[in-house]
């Protein structure tokens, strides 16, 4: 059955076909743990025939969800070690994150933030956190980046989104402004115009970064959804994570990256699995995980290619894990093409 609301329950997932009646109580278990929410549009998109089937492990609870095992933490990227100030988490010198809300379209099963998004979380900021924000980043003439971040900014009223892009307007060194969501694709129809001119302000380069996990997400409704955004001239960019049982296979990843090419969508990151609690069973192996990308050289497009990236626990920034195509160093080295080949640089001859 099709939902027409966001399915926010064990018992809204039972009643639409997502869970089974045996299994019930262990997803309550989860329930009282992390927060459930799948849109209309994803609940649609779901193949109940199929056990294995790759948008409802993303999205319906799972009681493996309850292992946690000893290298996981609540803060996996370290925000709060960064966190000058409620909502900012300056990690990096030139951006700062602002997580204005802490609310989702969605409750990704594997979420990196899972400990702070949902009802049970922190919540949206209030007006005078929002003012100690703005505050932050006025004062600091380095910042020239904003990210609205949380939980998902797009989730936010126009009339709120275009507040905060009024309030960063009058901030002269901030130059750009990201938006990190899954609305595009979990909710197309909240893209309207009245949201892409909320995303505007004079002086300011707005970008989307789109996530988006499988191919089938970009449902023709979703792609509309991207295109309303592009044609109102912002800019848009992917990010994904690598996870196990839904994308962890090549051809489902080159899909994927075709499918935001041909959007324009430019594939951006890839990210490799956070050690968030309750999330071994998503989890691949650094290794595992190149070979993967490796495998996307060659076969797609140059445009197509996402960099793959670790954010280093305990908020020590991303690194990007790239496939080893050079060796040595100084008069022997070693380049690999594609297909694994190697070639000396400078060739001999
Ligand atoms: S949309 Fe992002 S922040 Fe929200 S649950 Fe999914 S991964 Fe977490």
Sequence with gaps: MNASRPLRTPDDLLEAGLVAPEDLAGIRDVAERYAIAISPAMAALIDRKDPDDPIARQFVPDPAELKVTPEERADPIGDLAHSPVEGIVHRYPDRVLLKAVHVCPVYCRFCFRREMVGPQGLGTLSPEAMDRAFGYIADHPEIWEVILTGGDPLVLSPRRLAE????????????????HTRVPVVEPERIDESLNAALKASGKTAYVALHANHPREMTPAARAACARLVDAGIVMISQSVLLKGVNDDADTLAD?????????????????????PGTSHFRLSVEEGRALVAGLRGRISGLCQPTYILDIPGGHGKAVIG???IRGSGGCTTVLDFKGGEHAYPPSE
Excluded: C, G
């Design 323 to 325: 496939p080893e195509a």
């Design 164 to 179: 905060i892009m009024q309030r960063l307007s009058s901030i002269d060194h901030v130059k750009i402004v990201r938006f």
């Design 256 to 276: 994927l990256m075709r499918a935001f090419v041909e959007t324009r969508v430019k594939p951006y990151y890839l990210h490799h699995p956070d050690l968030a």
